[in-house]
Nanobody
Framework: QLQLVESGGGLVQPGGSLRLSCAAS????????IAWFRQAPGKEREGVSS????????NYADSVKERFTISRDNAKNTVYLQMNSLKPEDTAVYSC???????????????????WGQGTQVTVSS
């Protein structure tokens, strides 16, 4: 079964850190872009960060620059999102999605992606 599996979410205090993982199951990332999105209750889904597994290009939303870092481990077929200096406004369900790099570049537009994981909850609260 082809799927993206997210993990690493949880409850963390403001200023804390979490590392999310997005692992491909049943297929291999190959010249693909993997993007992280988040959706808070009552808000639209927004792009957080993306990375191309073919050329390593990355993209970040302004709201997470200097705090979040996206990386890839091609051998493990996994993309990571290291989140530091977390704020309450980072609270959301985080999902990863993938699409061919040739088609989407490192876009952070949700509509550009058609294959999604189930998501993992991140809650930043004291």
């Amino acid at each position: 079964q082809l799927q993206l599996v997210e993990s690493g979410g949880g409850l963390v205090q403001p200023g804390g850190s979490l590392r999310l993982s997005c692992a491909a199951s049943g297929f291999t990332f190959d010249d693909d872009t993997i993007a992280w999105f988040r959706q808070a209750p009552g808000k639209e889904r927004e792009g957080v960060s993306s990375i191309s597994t073919s050329n390593g290009r990355t993209n970040y939303a302004d709201s997470v620059k200097e705090r979040f870092t996206i990386s890839r481990d091609n051998a493990k077929n996994t993309v990571y999102l290291q989140m530091n200096s977390l704020k309450p406004e980072d609270t959301a369900v985080y999902s990863c999605a993938t699409a061919p790099t040739l088609r989407v570049g490192v876009s952070l537009r949700p509509n550009a992606y058609t294959f999604w994981g189930q998501g993992t909850q991140v809650t930043v609260s004291s």
